[in-house]
């Protein structure tokens, strides 16, 4: 009973590292987002006219750089709220 | 009881410090951001008459650029103030 | 029987934290994928007409990138749901 | 009791650890804000009579790239000076 | 007994873990196929007629870059698969 508690806390404090690290991933669509902007406002500080087309294909951009950054998330909530649930029950 | 009390004392710890390590994903958003903001004073220095323009868009791509830092802090604090008691349950 | 439910925590954790470091993989595409953006925005803030041959490209490119975050999705989640399962048998 | 301890011991040191991470966050907003600046600099040494525009700019720019490291900060301040509390709680 | 389940533990938690950090070989692929791209889109901008020839190009040195990233996707699967089972042979 007592190492069964030891073994739910030790698998708990994983799964909130776990979570932490995967959050992690949120650097690169920070950076390149970011870039992606830099670049934006270049090119509407240059041609102001083309300001509509730039940033429609700006947002479509960050879009697709965004997706890694939510995988981390979706994956850091899973390891707070769904992982713990599953492995308790492998803890019995 | 004696091990209910370390196994939440680790599960704890994971917690605290995976909260920690989700806030790395700041560094991302701080870098982009900062690059977007350095390629708008380009612009504006450039032809300061599109500084409305430039400032709109670099406020719009910054709210995306700093998304996934958000995703970090939100994780972050669900981390130090949900995670806990949730966590606390399962140790009974 | 004490310690099997021990192993199982440790197993555990391992897994939970193996699947937030798989996240971290995002960093690239995020940054690459911002950068290809930018780079397409800037080829657009030049010459307007050829927005539709840059974004095709830019999209299949930034679907080639994207191959190494989906790999660490993956892989986290096979952490998650998958491995659990497995490594839980060998503890008998 | 003594286990009591030992597990207040390791919930503390996560805490401390925690915060140190969070504070990483920083290396962002110091990369980024160091690079809005240098941009700014070169913009005023090309055309000094944009000094106020760029400044105020530079400024609201800044501001925004600073978040993220403030979202460390304070997640920082709450593993030192709140968290340690409510977790003591937690370990009776 | 009791320690043999304990060290099977601890083998399998390395496993999960070196998995994890088998696939941060990801943020290379990334980050270096979006610049690769990046570059293309630029080539495409100045002389939309070779489009084919950089599009090809592009694709040949995206799969090159690819192959750090599928080392790490497969060393990631062996350590989740394939070892597992070979250390608990080991560890009989």
Same mark, same amino acid.
């Given at each position: %009973?007592?190492? &069964?508690?030891?073994?739910?806390?030790?698998?708990? +404090?994983?799964?909130?590292? #776990?979570?932490?690290?995967?959050?992690?991933?949120?650097?690169?669509?920070?950076?390149?987002?970011?870039?992606?902007? +830099?670049?934006?406002?270049?090119?509407?500080?240059? &041609?102001?006219?083309?300001?509509?087309?730039?940033?429609?294909? %700006?947002?479509?951009?960050?879009?697709?750089?965004?997706?890694?950054?939510?995988?981390?998330?979706?994956? #850091?909530?899973?390891?707070?709220?769904? +992982?713990?649930? %599953?492995? %308790?029950?492998?803890?019995?």
């Amino acid at each position: %009973m007592d190492f &069964q508690l030891l073994a739910k806390g030790i698998a708990l +404090a994983g799964c909130a590292i #776990g979570a932490g690290c995967a959050l992690i991933a949120g650097i690169g669509p920070g950076i390149g987002e970011g870039n992606a902007v +830099a670049s934006a406002l270049e090119a509407i500080g240059r &041609q102001p006219e083309c300001k509509g087309d730039v940033t429609s294909t %700006m947002l479509l951009g960050c879009a697709i750089a965004e997706t890694t950054g939510i995988y981390g998330f979706v994956t #850091g909530l899973l390891l707070i709220f769904v +992982a713990p649930g %599953m492995f %308790m029950n492998f803890l019995g």
